[in-house]
C-alpha cells in the first residue's frame, strides 16, 4: 500500500483525495478479484494526455491461476500499446479485448487482429477495462487481466460470480466501490470467497447460494432448500443483513449456534445508490474457537496449578515453623527458620505466576515482596531495618524470577545477619535492566566483609545457594565487594543475569 502511495506521488498527477480513494479501492479488491477468476491490475495515466499508463496496483485471485507470475506493479505501457485504456479512462466506457503480452516490441497497436501473425512466446489475455470513478472523474483503469482462449466451460457457479464481478464493476464505475467504511472483523481473517458466497436479494431472500455457503448453512442446522428464504426464517439474527442494507457499508457479524460459529461478512450491492442486494461471505470459525476456547482453559489450568505449588509451599513453610518452635538449640532454630524463610521466596513467585495467564512476572513485585519478608522476619527494636528499592526490571519469565528472587532474598538475609548491633541499618536495592540483561545491586551500610574474604573460600550456604543459582543455573555473573561510596564502608553485591535462558543453561 505504501508502494502505491509512493508510485502515485512520484509518476502520476492524481491528487491526495484520489490517492486515497485507490488505496481503499485496492484494500478491498481482492473480492471482485476472486469473483473474476483472474488477475486485477490497477492502471494510472502518468499525464494529463494519458499517453502512458503506470501499474500502481496488482492482485492475483485465490479462484484461478495467475497470469501475472512476475511483479507487474511499477511497469509502464504506452497508449499506442494499449488503446483500450486510454479509451476507457477517457470515455468512462467499459471495453474488453483481447491483448498480445508481452506486448511486441515498437508495436503501433496490439490489439489482436484476425489472421495476424504473433512473434513466438506471446501469450494472449483478455483484458477487461473498468473505469474507476472518484467523485466527477475517471482517475483510473481496472483491469481484469487472464488467459484469452481458455476453453473452460463454466458452470452455474463460475456464471454466477462472473455475473457478481460485473455487480462490482458498476459500483467501481459508479464511484460507490470501494464502499465508504467497513466494520472490521479484527480478530479472524476476511471471509473471502472460496469460503462461502450467499447472495440475497433488496427483500433480503437467498438467490443463489455457493456450496460451501450451504454446508456452513448446514452445520447451523438449516437442512431444508434455501432459494427464495430468508436467513431469519431459519433463526438465524439477519440484523447484519438488515444493516448492510440500510447503511449502504460492508457488516460483519458472527453467528453461533451449539459448537458452531460463523463469521457472516455482508457487502450492499448498490446500482444508481440504490442497494440492490446483498453478497454475503460466511466463513466457519468454529475450529478456531474451539482452539480459543481450549487455551483459554489450559491459561486456567496453569495458573490453578501455580496456585497449588505457592499453597503446598506455604504448608511445608507453617510445618517448618512448627518444628522451629520444638527445636531447643538457637543454631538449629536459626537454620529451620532460614529453610523456610527460602521457601517463601519461592511461594512468592509462584503466586504472582497464578495471577496471570502468562508466564512471565512482574519482577518489581516479586522484589518488593520478597524484601518484605525479609524485613518481616527481622523484629529487633534496637537496631531499626530500612530497606529501599529503587529500579525496575518489568516482566521476566517465571523461570527465571524464581532463582533470582531467591538469591535477593539471601543477599538481603546476609546485610542483616551480619550488621553490627546498636546502629540504624540501611539496605539499598537498585533493579537494573537492558534488552539483553536484568541486574540486582544490593548495599548496606553494615561492616563489610571480614579482611581477606574470598568467595571461594569463606562461603556458607546463602552465598552457596546464590552462586548455584546465578552463575550455573541462569548463566550469569556475581561481584561481592567493600561499598566504596558508603560511609562507613558496607558490603555491595551485584548480580547480572541474561534476560532469557540460553538452551544450555536452562534451569529443569
Ligand atoms: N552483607 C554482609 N556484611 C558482612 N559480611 C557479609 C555480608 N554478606 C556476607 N558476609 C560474609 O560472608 C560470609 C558468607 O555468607 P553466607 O551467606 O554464604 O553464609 P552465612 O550468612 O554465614 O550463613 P547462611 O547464609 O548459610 O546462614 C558470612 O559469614 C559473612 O562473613
Ligand atoms: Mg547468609
Known amino acids: 500500500m505504501a508502494r502505491l502511495a509512493d508510485l502515485a506521488v512520484a509518476e502520476t498527477t492524481l491528487t491526495s483525495p ?86 511486441p516490441a515498437g508495436a503501433v497497436d496490439d490489439t489482436v487482429e484476425e489472421g495476424v501473425q504473433a512473434p513466438i512466446g506471446t501469450r494472449f489475455l483478455l483484458a477487461d477495462h473498468v473505469p474507476v470513478r472518484c467523485g466527477d472523474e475517471i482517475i483510473a483503469v481496472m483491469a481484469r487481466e487472464g488467459e484469452a482462449g481458455l476453453t473452460r466451460t463454466f458452470g452455474q457457479l463460475e456464471r454466477e460470480y462472473r455475473d457478481l464481478f460485473g455487480r462490482f464493476c458498476q459500483m467501481v464505475e459508479d464511484g460507490s466501490f470501494p464502499l465508504e467504511r467497513a466494520e472490521q472483523s479484527g480478530e479472524f481473517r476476511e471471509p473471502r470467497v472460496g469460503d462461502g458466497v450467499l447472495v440475497l436479494d433488496r427483500e433480503r431472500r437467498i438467490e443463489f447460494a455457493s456450496p460451501n455457503a450451504l454446508s456452513a ?7 431444508s432448500e434455501v432459494v427464495g428464504r430468508r436467513l ?38 448498490l446500482n444508481g445508490g440504490r442497494a440492490t442486494g446483498v453478497l454475503v461471505l460466511l466463513r466457519d470459525v468454529s475450529e478456531l474457537r474451539s482452539r480459543d476456547r481450549l487455551l483459554v ?15 503446598n509451599l506455604q504448608t511445608i513453610q507453617s510445618l517448618l515453623h512448627l518444628q522451629q518452635r520444638r527445636l531447643d538449640s538457637a543454631e538449629a532454630k536459626r537454620a529451620v527458620a532460614q529453610s523456610a524463610r527460602r521457601i517463601g521466596s519461592i511461594a512468592i513467585v509462584h503466586e504472582t505466576l497464578s495471577s496471570d495467564a502468562t508466564d512471565e512476572v512482574d519482577f518489581d513485585v516479586v522484589a518488593r515482596r520478597v524484601l518484605r519478608l525479609v524485613e518481616e522476619g527481622f523484629d529487633s527494636p534496637e ?10 526490571i518489568g516482566e521476566l519469565a517465571g523461570q527465571i524470577a ?38 540486582v545491586r544490593i548495599v548496606d551500610n553494615g561492616p563489610g566483609l571480614p579482611e581477606g574474604f574470598s568467595l571461594d573460600r569463606d562461603v556458607g550456604l546463602g552465598l552457596t545457594i546464590v552462586r548455584t543459582f546465578i552463575i550455573s543455573d541462569l548463566g550469569g555473573t556475581m561481584t561481592i565487594g567493600r561499598a566504596h561510596d558508603r560511609e562507613p564502608l558496607g558490603t555491595v553485591v551485584e548480580f547480572r543475569v541474561p534476560r532469557r535462558l540460553s538452551e544450555a543453561t536452562s534451569v529443569g
Open 18 to 103: 484520489q490517492v486515497a480513494h485507490l488505496q481503499r479501492l485496492v484494500a478491498s479488491w481482492s473480492l471482485p478479484c476472486d469473483l473474476a477468476f483472474a488477475d486485477l491490475l490497477l492502471y494510472v495515466p502518468t499525464n494529463a494526455s494519458a499517453e502512458e499508463f503506470v501499474v500502481i496496483g496488482h492482485v492475483r485471485p485465490a479462484t484461478a491461476a495467475t497470469f501475472h507470475v512476475n511483479d507487474p506493479v511499477g511497469t509502464r505501457v504506452l497508449r499506442s500499446q494499449r488503446p483500450a485504456m486510454s479509451r476507457c479512462l477517457l470515455d468512462g466506457q467499459r471495453l474488453e479485448v483481447p491483448i498480445a503480452f508481452p506486448p
Open 217 to 223: 448453512l448446514h452445520r447451523l442446522g438449516v437442512r
Open 232 to 269: 431469519d426464517a431459519f433463526g438465524l439474527a439477519d440484523g447484519v443483513v438488515r444493516r448492510a442494507l440500510e447503511t449502504r457499508f460492508s457488516t460483519i457479524a458472527e453467528v453461533e449456534r451449539a459448537e458452531v460459529s460463523i463469521v457472516v461478512r455482508c457487502h450492499p450491492l
Open 297 to 311: 482453559s489450559k491459561d486456567a489450568t496453569i495458573r490453578e496449578i501455580h496456585h497449588r505449588v505457592k499453597n
Open 383 to 392: 537496631r531499626p531495618l530500612r530497606v529501599g528499592i529503587t529500579g525496575s
Open 402 to 439: 524464581m532463582p533470582l528472587a531467591v538469591a535477593l532474598a539471601e543477599v538481603v538475609q546476609n546485610a542483616v545477619d551480619h550488621g553490627e548491633a546498636g546502629r540504624n541499618l540501611e539496605v539499598d536495592v537498585s533493579l537494573l535492566a537492558d534488552p539483553r540483561e536484568v541486574g
